[in-house]
């Protein structure tokens, strides 16, 4: 049913914004791009932001903490990001981290200073940090690592956390014991009293947990300054890029869809929602704001750590990807477990999600197969199943249908267009995205910026 509306109803529609413009009713503003893992991560989204935000104006991240790692070649040097947004080498682009962002300060200035030795420059005056973002202290990395250690003394099995501190700060943010950027650039007395006595706190549920709480406030005091001219209001500052000229905005998921604390492969997830409703509450932005979403798969399937993972190949084809994949975790140093493309946990990214279209990274790893095989649905007793199962128990008990594609045994790091890719690499393209329902806007042959075919 349509809702006509008149402009008595709505006296408001056409009043000027901050900016001074005028605004009709359905133009909310600036639309932004949102880049997300489709997997379980490491698919390669940090080549896919680099390509956006040399146009960009605005990168955000709006969620997850120093647990991600994104690897970026640009000219030749590697950059390695886990906090900042890989927008930040663009000298033209403003990097923002939003407020569902867990932030590490030790870990972010020790970042900028490695990236600053490889070439990095003007970072500071480039980036702004919400002051309602959850800080990670110390502490909350070794509770991490004291939880894991208890999980598998337990249960025989840890989750396989990257021990970042995430999950316990994330912990604190929920039973509203956490403490923001705001806090720590306020009334450093209150801030001191509010640290105590979260120390304090896990101490109780930790006694071997030993904290030198002085040392600790001593050091936070002095990273406050070092980061106060960055801090900002941060749906303010979003309110009014949105609402203001035009701009490119554009979203840095971290982690990925099956890795999310709601939708991923619980609990082997990570404690964020890496899914796209994470890019309206970590940043403060309404869903009229969001434009492209564009989910990053690769053309195999990798994991780190444990959980169920129906398409792995403990084999010789396992070991390929891995090697031929450099298949090695960015922040952990973990080796990643590798598999066969399972199209099940994409087409469920995407019902979550809702792609625009999705960017197909290593494709080049394929190139010495004889037969490539992709997984498009899940049996359980003998019966198709439609939908991606909650339960891990059941995850693990899956059978695998695969379609079996001929390998087309060529080099493919060289091309650059569609035109260049062999037949059969397009044949496998093609199936990918009719059988996901989504087009495929980009397909990765290699590490660099230009390695990075562009559809349409």
Not at 105 to 113: I, K, N, S, V
Not at 322 to 345: A, F, N, Y
Request: charged share 25%; glycine share 10%; aromatic share 8%.
């Amino acid at each position: 049913m349509s809702h006509s509306w008149s402009a008595k109803e709505h006296k408001n529609a056409n009043a000027p914004t901050t900016t001074g413009q005028k605004r009709t009713r359905n133009d909310g503003g600036n639309k932004v791009t949102v880049v997300l893992g489709a997997q379980w991560g490491d698919e390669g989204k940090g080549k896919v932001v680099d390509l956006l935000a040399t146009e960009a104006d605005i990168v955000c991240r709006c969620q997850g903490g120093n647990n991600a790692g994104h690897t970026v070649v640009v000219d030749g040097k590697e950059y390695d990001f886990h906090l900042l947004p890989s927008g930040i080498i663009n000298p033209k682009s403003i990097s923002l981290i939003g407020n569902g962002v867990v932030i590490h300060l030790p870990g972010l200035f020790e970042e900028c200073e490695k990236n600053e030795k490889k070439g990095l420059r003007g970072w500071e005056k480039r980036l702004i940090v919400s002051d309602r973002a959850h800080i990670v202290f110390d502490f909350h990395q070794v509770v991490d690592g004291l939880q894991e250690t208890e999980r598998q003394a337990q249960d025989g099995k840890n989750i396989g956390t990257t021990k970042k501190g995430i999950g316990p700060a994330y912990s604190s943010k929920a039973s509203r014991t956490g403490l923001r950027i705001c806090d720590l650039l306020g009334d450093y007395k209150e801030f001191s009293t509010k640290f105590k006595n979260l120390v304090r706190q896990y101490q109780n549920m930790y006694p071997s947990l030993v904290v030198d709480v002085e040392d600790q406030l001593k050091k936070l005091k002095e990273y406050a300054e070092r980061l106060r001219p960055m801090v900002r209001d941060g749906v303010y500052y979003m309110y009014e890029a949105l609402h203001g000229s035009p701009k490119k905005i554009l979203v840095e998921g971290a982690n990925a869809a099956l890795l999310d604390i709601d939708f991923g492969t619980y609990p082997f997830v990570t404690s964020s929602n890496c899914t796209v409703g994470g890019a309206c509450t970590g940043l403060g932005i309404p869903p009229l704001n969001i434009g492209d979403v564009f989910g990053v798969a690769k053309a195999y399937t990798t994991r780190v750590g444990i959980g169920a993972f129906p398409t792995e190949q403990l084999n010789a084809i396992g070991d390929l990807l891995q090697s031929r994949g450099h298949e090695v975790g960015v922040t952990t140093g973990r080796k990643r477990r590798c598999g066969w493309l399972d199209l099940v946990i994409v087409r469920y990214a995407h019902m979550i999600n809702g792609f625009t279209a999705i960017a197909m990274t290593k494709l080049d790893i394929l190139d010495v197969l004889d037969e490539i095989k992709v997984g498009v649905a899940y049996k359980l007793n003998g019966k198709r199943i439609p939908h991606f199962p909650a339960n891990m128990d059941v995850l693990q008990k899956v059978e695998v249908e695969y379609e079996t594609f001929p390998g087309w045994k060529t080099d493919t790091s060289a091309a650059r267009k569609w035109n260049d890719l062999p037949a059969k690499a397009q044949n496998y393209i093609r199936f990918i995205e009719n059988h996901i329902g989504v087009p495929i806007k980009w397909v990765g042959v290699g590490k660099s910026r230009e390695c990075m075919i562009q559809m349409f």
